[in-house]
């Protein structure tokens, strides 16, 4: 019986596997808007061999005002069979900046069924740096069906954070920076309040994450920065961040120490700091 793939695979590993008949690759760089970067037309550019383009702003709930939030079972068995991603697939995803996007779409894949994916450790960063083959070339895809079972373990609305301000039953894990997280920082999107969800934990996506490549450090450094942050790892966890993409990056953190008990807050701060009747926090 096939293994199936840890959460993290290694450049190396991809590289040794890039001619595996059931191995699928997705690109899912995604920038910030104020980067002034395009991914799709910088994959178009360069992408590691057989990649295809999996566009996070696309796929997603349309309807919903809030950025890229989750789609609907249909919509994204739709993509995913359109990207030739789908039933017996082992998937491989990485991104051209620092892993959040690649540590989202791992969740998203995860959420709706398909646990057979990893994230490639340090991304095409690292990939690049370590001159393994890229290409330009248009993907190529075969329309493959794709089963989604949606998994509501995983994913938490802004009613059930509001009833878990009185049941206190999860901790909720902020991966944000410091600065916006006391309130110190002004959110980014206009008509955001600055601070937190009330008794949230900070832990801030970057200190997983090695600086020279964006790989992810070992799982007993990752274990010490959560205890040191105050969050006890025997005890149901939601992440959560500005928009849902970073606190994908701690939610793949905490799968690496082994919590199983994570859920990840999909409209994160974009929503809670537009209620008014949401509390808010600052310190």
């Not at 590993?13 to 991914?39: F, N, Q, T």
């Not at 490549?213 to 274990?223: A, G, H, L, Q």
Request: a negative charge; glycine letters at 6%.
């Amino acid at each position: 019986m096939r293994q199936e793939i840890p959460a993290l695979v290694s450049t190396q590993w991809l590289e040794d596997h890039l001619s595996a008949p059931d191995i699928r690759i997705i690109d899912a760089s995604w920038h910030m808007p104020a980067s002034g970067r395009d991914a799709r037309s910088e994959f178009e550019t360069m992408h590691i061999p057989g990649a295809t383009f999996f566009d996070i702003d696309e796929i997603c709930d349309s309807d919903n005002p809030l950025p890229h939030m989750l789609p609907s079972s249909e919509k994204m068995s739709s993509r995913m069979r359109q990207l030739g991603l789908g039933d017996g697939n082992r998937i491989i995803v990485y991104d051209s900046s620092n892993v959040c996007s690649s540590a989202r779409v791992w969740w998203m894949l995860k959420i709706f069924g398909h646990h057979d994916v990893a994230v490639l450790d340090g991304g095409l960063r690292k990939w690049t740096m370590e001159e393994r083959p890229v290409e330009d070339l248009p993907a190529k895809t075969r329309e493959r069906h794709f089963t989604a079972r949606v998994d509501t373990t995983l994913i938490r609305n802004c009613e059930q954070i509001k009833q878990n301000l009185d049941t206190q039953k999860e901790q909720i894990v902020d991966a944000r920076s410091p600065a916006r997280f006391s309130g110190q920082e002004q959110d980014p999107r206009p008509g955001i309040r600055s601070g937190h969800i009330p008794n949230a934990l900070n832990v801030p996506f970057s200190k997983l994450l090695n600086e020279s490549d964006y790989t992810f450090k070992s799982p007993d450094e990752i274990r010490t920065i959560f205890e040191k942050a105050g969050v006890d790892l025997n005890k149901p966890i939601t992440t959560s961040c500005g928009s849902g993409i970073t606190a994908a990056v701690l939610t793949l953190g905490l799968y690496m120490v082994g919590h199983r008990h994570v859920a990840l807050y999909d409209g994160s701060w974009s929503e809670w700091g537009a209620k008014e009747d949401c509390p808010v926090a600052t310190e």
